[in-house]
């Protein structure tokens, strides 16, 4: 799929890996759709303003199914289409699953999987009509690996990956493809204000010694976007953390 005009609905893009990701995609002359829950800054809709390209926005909480089928609908009134979607908003509650409240469990599952779900269900109707889309869901390689204190997380985002595999088989015949990016430490706000100790174990780990740029993800997203034979995988962006 040539990006080059198409429209590009990405959820969680005010700051961070979805506000890079939808840079990117305005950089290859895509439409852009950003979305919060419940604001987008003036500063970051002014920073797209160089791209040349449309952007519109659409607030709303991906977790509850009829804001995302409204945002959906929004979206196609603004901009004509819905041709690419990432799903990229997520949240953490980080803690030892001994004394995770049953609130902090499935309030993570209820954004990053139901979420997900919620926001796939939504494009699917007006993708299978079009008999042509691409559906780009960030999981994590916590999804793949476990991690301790992210019980929550890692199942949330290894239900994506399960959630990805199962509707590319079922749209794969209409031309849609959806696939899932794993990304692994990447340079952020949260990485920014760790411990020199921690960041060095961390890094300890990563088998080319050093964090992910949230442009690499960026990059990764625009390839899925653009492969027109690639539907049902999963790519780990970590710098070899979880090869096998």
Do not use: C, W
Not at 67 to 86: K, P, T
Not at 175 to 193: H, K, L, Q, W, Y
């Amino acid at each position: 799929m040539e990006v080059k005009g198409k429209n590009v609905l990405i959820t969680g893009s005010s700051r961070g890996i979805g506000l890079g990701i939808a840079h990117e995609f305005a950089r290859q002359g895509a439409n852009i759709i950003l979305n919060g829950r419940n604001s987008i800054s003036e500063e970051v809709i002014e920073s797209f303003a160089s791209y040349g390209v449309q952007v519109h926005v659409v607030l709303g909480n991906v977790a509850d199914s009829s804001e995302a089928q409204r945002m959906v609908a929004e979206a196609i009134e603004y901009a004509g289409s819905v041709d690419i979607l990432v799903n990229n908003a997520g949240i953490t509650k980080d803690g030892l699953a001994l004394r995770m409240s049953e609130d902090d469990f499935e309030g993570v599952l209820k954004v990053n999987l139901t979420g997900t779900f919620n926001m796939t269900q939504a494009v699917l109707k007006p993708m299978t009509k079009a008999k042509a889309g691409a559906i780009i869901n960030l999981s994590s390689v916590v999804g793949l690996t476990g991690n301790a204190g992210q019980a929550n997380y890692a199942a949330s985002k290894a239900g994506v990956i399960g959630l990805t595999k199962s509707i590319s088989r079922e749209v794969a015949g209409r031309n849609i493809r959806v696939n899932a990016i794993a990304p692994g430490f990447i340079e952020s706000d949260m990485t920014a204000v760790l411990p020199d100790k921690i960041k060095t174990a961390m890094l300890g780990q990563i088998p080319m010694k050093r964090f992910g740029l949230v442009q690499e993800v960026a990059e990764v997203a625009v390839f899925l976007a653009r492969q027109e034979y690639l539907t049902g995988q999963v790519i780990a962006i970590d710098g070899g953390l979880t090869m096998q």
